[in-house]
């Protein structure tokens, strides 16, 4: 049984449907990536997953239990944390303080958990009173991650957690990224970058409109010649 | 050498004193509209209204309080009826979200809809007051008038320039002080200011944190309630109560929190000052000043004053012009209004 699993998910925006009949599953430990070319519907499925955009039908559980009709925070506090791809951090804040208010519905002692965040991203701990607005884009990533973190997840969820970086920052990044699933935490998420994400993905989710197109250990998906002559360019 | 410190005694007395009072309470004032428009995202034009109902029960609060023998000795009965006068604008102003605001908040409306519902809110307040209390100025002050006089500041000192500083003044001062710094540690050291801060910040992104947008509204209206009554009622122990001033106020008030930067509370504060200086020392007459400064052969005639005391808005309205022309997002770069 999977940890997370947004099964047969049909839904969208306003009547346009986005997603057909889509599944994605996120396992326990692992690294889960949704790929796809753009307008795919990667990030649509993932919303979707987290409770942001409505569902005609299919159904969304965690740890066995239904959560369909749960609204986003209710999510959060059945161990889900979502980190969206833009405006991910408070810009006026401080970086402890942006860690901060992603605990903010923990009422138990927190700086254990900072502690934590810290060794994943010592660059923060360094930079911890400044504003998170003043940071790199690399390390604003690493913030929001943070941020999602703060929460104790059992699931992590990115969306393009390295959207308009510099390459080397990309691999930092994944990196790091690799790093968070070492602490017990399952990660799913949507990347632009295919190549690289699916080489670290345990399982890879190849969306082509809204469908589920191709599924499979992410390096076997890199060396299928259909993928690679259809979506990765040869 | 004489001549130079009666100068500057002079400037202090006319200038410095009064807007340094004026100052503070224009940034009060100023940090309620930028705390309502930070977390609620609009311009709160019933903001001098609020003030002059916070500032009507706080002098009912006190006629009450005077007619039964109960005063503060030299100090004003009005700060014992201050508190009472923040919890009934407390009230009003979590009232009329309740009425008005949260139906548009829940209908995601623009700010602008926003901003013109608080023009009617605006004008329900101008017309409840008048109702109350009535359209005239009264002045509600009592206890002592002076902690320095100028009779006594030129006898010990031997200065021909007398330079006084009253009890409104300094109580002003002490009270902004107060209020700023509280302010200021409820904003950066709790759970609870910190989660405002996120919410103005980021609101998207607060709503998936898990903290409660209601919530931080409820208080940010609170802390607005406080920080206007006293804006209001410091305004009116110093030059007394009018509804119609208190609804002028609103441009001086608007002008410091835009100067300042909308949505920052430190550049409210300045903004608060930028005006006070500007106004006072536009509309004042530096004839006396110059006479002590300048040699005999370039004394001057006329009083040097650059704008009729009349025109003291007029200065607000330039100010507010000129930085929406060249620097919309104010000096401390807040949101642009």
């Given at each position: 049984?999977s940890?997370?699993?947004?099964?047969?998910?049909t839904g969208g925006?306003?009547?346009?449907?986005i997603?057909?009949?889509c599944?994605?599953?996120?396992?326990e430990?692992?690294?889960s990536?949704?790929?796809?070319p753009?307008?795919?519907?990667?990030?649509?499925a993932?919303?979707?997953?987290?409770?942001?955009v409505?569902?005609?039908?299919?159904?969304v559980?965690?740890?066995?239990?239904?959560i369909?009709?749960?609204?986003p925070?209710?999510r959060?506090?059945r161990?889900?944390a979502?980190v969206p791809?833009?405006?991910?951090?408070f810009?006026?804040m401080?970086?402890?303080?942006n860690?901060?208010?992603?605990?903010?519905l923990?009422?138990d002692r927190?700086?254990e958990?900072?502690?934590?965040?810290?060794?994943?991203f010592?660059?923060?701990?360094?930079k911890r009173?400044?504003p998170?607005?003043?940071?790199?884009?690399g390390?604003r990533q690493?913030?929001a991650?943070g941020?999602?973190?703060?929460?104790l997840p059992?699931?992590l969820m990115?969306d393009?957690?390295?959207?308009?970086?510099?390459p080397i920052v990309k691999?930092?990044?994944?990196?790091?990224?690799?790093?968070v699933?070492r602490?017990?935490?399952?990660?799913l998420?949507?990347e632009?970058?295919?190549r690289?994400?699916?080489?670290?993905a345990?399982?890879?989710?190849?969306?082509?409109?809204?469908?589920?197109h191709y599924?499979?250990?992410g390096?076997?998906?890199?060396q299928d010649p259909?993928v690679r002559r259809s979506?990765?360019?040869? | 050498?004489?001549?130079?410190?009666?100068?500057?005694i002079v400037?202090c007395?006319?200038?410095?004193i009064?807007?340094?009072?004026y100052?503070s309470?224009?940034?009060?004032g100023?940090l309620?509209?930028?705390?309502?428009?930070?977390?609620?995202?609009?311009?709160n034009?019933?903001?001098?209204?609020?003030?002059?109902?916070?500032?009507?029960?706080?002098i009912?609060?006190?006629r009450?309080?005077?007619?039964?023998?109960?005063?503060?000795?030299s100090?004003p009965?009005?700060l014992i009826?201050?508190?009472?006068?923040i919890?009934?604008t407390?009230?009003l102003l979590l009232?009329?979200?309740?009425?008005?605001?949260r139906?548009?908040?829940?209908?995601k409306?623009d700010?602008?809809i926003?901003?013109?519902?608080?023009?009617g809110?605006?004008?329900?307040?101008n017309?409840?007051?008048?109702?109350v209390i009535?359209?005239?100025?009264?002045?509600?002050s009592?206890?002592?008038?002076?902690?320095i006089r100028?009779?006594?500041?030129?006898?010990?000192?031997?200065f021909?320039e007398?330079?006084?500083?009253n009890v409104?003044?300094s109580?002003?001062v002490i009270?902004?002080?107060?209020?700023?710094?509280?302010?200021?540690w409820?904003m950066?050291?709790?759970?609870?200011g910190?989660?405002?801060?996120?919410?103005?910040?980021?609101?998207?992104?607060?709503?998936?944190c898990?903290?409660?947008a209601?919530?931080?509204?409820a208080?940010?209206?609170?802390?607005?309630a406080?920080?206007?009554?006293?804006?209001?009622?410091l305004y009116?122990l110093?030059?007394?109560?009018?509804?119609?001033?208190?609804?002028?106020?609103?441009?001086?008030?608007?002008?410091a929190?835009?100067?300042g930067g909308?949505?920052?509370p430190?550049?409210a504060i300045?903004?608060?000052?930028?005006i006070?200086?500007?106004?006072?020392s536009?509309?004042?007459?530096?004839?006396k000043?110059?006479?002590?400064?300048l040699p005999?052969?370039?004394?001057p005639?006329?009083?040097?004053?650059?704008?009729?005391?009349?025109y003291k808005?007029?200065?607000?309205?330039?100010?507010?012009?000129?930085v929406?022309?060249?620097?919309?997002?104010g000096?401390?770069r807040?949101?642009?209004?």
């Amino acid at each position: 049984m999977s940890l997370l699993i947004g099964e047969n998910m049909t839904g969208g925006y306003e009547g346009v449907d986005i997603l057909h009949q889509c599944t994605v599953r996120a396992e326990e430990g692992e690294i889960s990536v949704i790929v796809g070319p753009n307008g795919a519907g990667k990030s649509t499925a993932m919303k979707a997953i987290f409770g942001m955009v409505g569902l005609h039908s299919g159904t969304v559980w965690i740890n066995g239990e239904d959560i369909t009709r749960l609204s986003p925070q209710d999510r959060v506090s059945r161990g889900m944390a979502f980190v969206p791809q833009t405006n991910n951090v408070f810009t006026s804040m401080t970086v402890e303080e942006n860690l901060e208010m992603g605990a903010f519905l923990r009422r138990d002692r927190i700086p254990e958990t900072l502690d934590q965040v810290y060794q994943l991203f010592p660059a923060l701990k360094d930079k911890r009173r400044q504003p998170a607005g003043e940071l790199s884009g690399g390390q604003r990533q690493q913030v929001a991650i943070g941020r999602g973190l703060m929460t104790l997840p059992k699931v992590l969820m990115l969306d393009e957690p390295t959207a308009g970086v510099s390459p080397i920052v990309k691999d930092e990044l994944m990196y790091r990224i690799t790093e968070v699933v070492r602490t017990g935490v399952s990660i799913l998420m949507v990347e632009q970058n295919a190549r690289q994400a699916l080489s670290i993905a345990d399982t890879g989710y190849v969306l082509v409109q809204g469908k589920n197109h191709y599924t499979g250990a992410g390096p076997s998906l890199l060396q299928d010649p259909d993928v690679r002559r259809s979506f990765l360019g040869g | 050498m004489e001549d130079l410190l009666n100068a500057v005694i002079v400037l202090c007395n006319f200038v410095m004193i009064p807007a340094i009072a004026y100052g503070s309470q224009l940034a009060l004032g100023a940090l309620g509209v930028t705390l309502v428009y930070g977390v609620l995202r609009f311009s709160n034009f019933a903001h001098g209204d609020t003030m002059a109902f916070g500032t009507m029960i706080t002098i009912l609060v006190t006629r009450w309080l005077q007619s039964v023998g109960l005063t503060l000795g030299s100090l004003p009965t009005a700060l014992i009826g201050l508190p009472i006068g923040i919890a009934a604008t407390a009230v009003l102003l979590l009232g009329t979200d309740r009425v008005v605001y949260r139906f548009y908040r829940l209908r995601k409306s623009d700010p602008i809809i926003f901003t013109i519902s608080s023009v009617g809110v605006m004008f329900v307040l101008n017309g409840l007051v008048r109702l109350v209390i009535g359209p005239e100025h009264q002045r509600f002050s009592d206890g002592a008038r002076f902690v320095i006089r100028a009779r006594e500041f030129k006898e010990i000192t031997g200065f021909s320039e007398g330079f006084s500083i009253n009890v409104p003044q300094s109580i002003t001062v002490i009270l902004t002080l107060i209020a700023v710094a509280s302010l200021f540690w409820f904003m950066k050291q709790t759970r609870t200011g910190k989660s405002m801060r996120a919410l103005a910040d980021n609101e998207d992104l607060a709503t998936l944190c898990g903290i409660n947008a209601e919530r931080v509204v409820a208080i940010t209206w609170i802390i607005a309630a406080a920080l206007t009554t006293t804006a209001g009622v410091l305004y009116g122990l110093d030059k007394g109560f009018k509804p119609f001033t208190y609804f002028q106020l609103l441009l001086p008030i608007f002008a410091a929190a835009i100067v300042g930067g909308l949505g920052n509370p430190l550049g409210a504060i300045a903004g608060g000052f930028i005006i006070s200086f500007s106004e006072i020392s536009i509309t004042y007459a530096f004839k006396k000043f110059l006479g002590y400064v300048l040699p005999q052969s370039l004394q001057p005639e006329h009083l040097v004053q650059l704008l009729s005391t009349d025109y003291k808005l007029a200065v607000s309205f330039a100010i507010l012009v000129l930085v929406l022309l060249f620097k919309p997002t104010g000096i401390f770069r807040g949101r642009a209004p």
